[in-house]
C-alpha cells in the first residue's frame, strides 16, 4: 500500500522545487477519443465515458478539484482548515498560488434498466498508466485511515473537521450496492493523485457482476476498461494562471 501524501510533506515538496528550475503541471483529466475505447464505450460531451449494454449503463466522469470545491463549497473555503476530503479546498502550501491535487476522483454512475439486478465493485477498480504504474482505488478503510492521521486528537476542532471529511465520504463514494431493474446510483470513486509523468492511463472495474444465482452469488461477470489521458504543462506556475498574466 502506497502512502498517501499529507498537507506538510506537499509544502515542503513545493517550498524545496520552488527553488530550482520550471516546474510540471498536471492539465485536466480528459478521455481519449471513442476510437480508442473499447467496445460498447461512448464519450460524452461533458467528458463521461459511457459504457452501454441495451439498457444498461456504466459511466465514468473524471472530476476537477475546481468542480469538488464547487460541489462543497462549504468545505472548502477554510484554508488548511477545508474538510473537503477529496480536494485541498482554498489551501495553498506557503509561498505558492497553486493548490495541489489531494487525490485522482471520478464519478461512477449505474444506471440499470435491462438486468434483474446489477453491482459494480468499486474496491476492485485498477488504474494503469502509460509507464506500468499500478493504483488501486482508495475504498472506506484506506480513506478512513488517512483522516484519521489528521485527527490530531480525539476532541476539539481538529476531531470536528475529521468528522466532517469522514461524513462527507460516506455520503459521496460510490458503495457498490445491489442495484436493482429500474434503479440508477452514484458516488465518487478515488485513487491516489498521479506523478506528473503520467499522461494516459486507464481505469478498469474488474469486478462488474451482471447475473446472479438463488444465493446471491455472481455467475455472469464481466470487466469495463476506460481510457483517458492528460496534458502536462512545464512553467513556472499553471497553465491557467500563466495565460491569465499574459
Not at 476542532?157 to 429500474?182: K, Q
Not at 470513486?189 to 446471491?216: G, K
Not at 496534458?231 to 506556475?237: E, H
Amino acid at each position: 500500500m502506497r502512502t498517501l501524501r499529507t498537507h506538510g510533506l506537499v509544502a515542503v515538496a513545493f517550498v524545496i522545487v520552488a527553488a530550482g528550475c520550471a516546474r510540471q503541471f498536471p492539465g485536466p483529466v480528459r478521455p481519449r477519443n471513442e476510437a480508442q475505447q473499447a467496445e460498447g464505450m461512448t464519450v460524452l460531451d461533458d467528458g463521461t465515458i459511457s459504457y452501454i449494454l441495451e439498457r444498461l449503463e456504466i459511466s465514468l466522469r473524471p472530476m476537477t478539484d475546481a468542480e469538488l470545491n464547487r460541489l462543497f463549497p462549504q468545505n472548502s473555503n477554510s484554508g488548511a482548515e477545508s474538510t473537503n476530503p477529496y480536494t485541498y479546498g482554498n489551501w495553498t502550501p506557503l509561498g505558492e498560488s497553486y493548490t495541489p491535487q489531494r487525490f485522482t476522483v471520478f464519478q461512477l454512475r449505474t444506471k440499470n434498466y435491462e438486468f434483474p439486478k446489477v453491482r459494480v465493485n468499486p474496491d476492485r477498480a485498477v488504474l494503469r498508466t502509460q509507464n506500468r504504474r499500478t493504483y488501486e482505488s482508495l475504498d472506506k478503510l484506506r480513506l478512513g485511515e488517512y483522516y484519521r492521521s489528521h485527527a490530531q486528537a480525539w476532541a476539539g476542532n481538529a476531531f470536528r473537521r475529521y468528522r466532517a471529511a469522514e461524513e462527507t465520504l460516506r455520503r459521496t463514494t460510490y458503495r457498490g450496492d445491489m442495484i436493482f431493474s429500474g434503479q440508477e446510483d452514484e458516488g465518487f470513486l478515488v485513487f491516489e493523485p498521479l506523478p506528473t509523468d503520467v499522461t494516459s492511463f486507464t481505469v478498469t472495474l474488474e469486478d462488474v457482476s451482471l447475473r446472479f444465482n438463488y444465493a446471491d452469488e455472481p455467475v455472469e461477470t464481466t470487466q469495463l476498461t476506460y481510457e483517458f489521458e492528460r496534458d502536462i504543462f512545464s512553467g513556472y506556475q499553471p497553465l491557467e494562471e500563466a495565460l491569465a498574466t499574459q
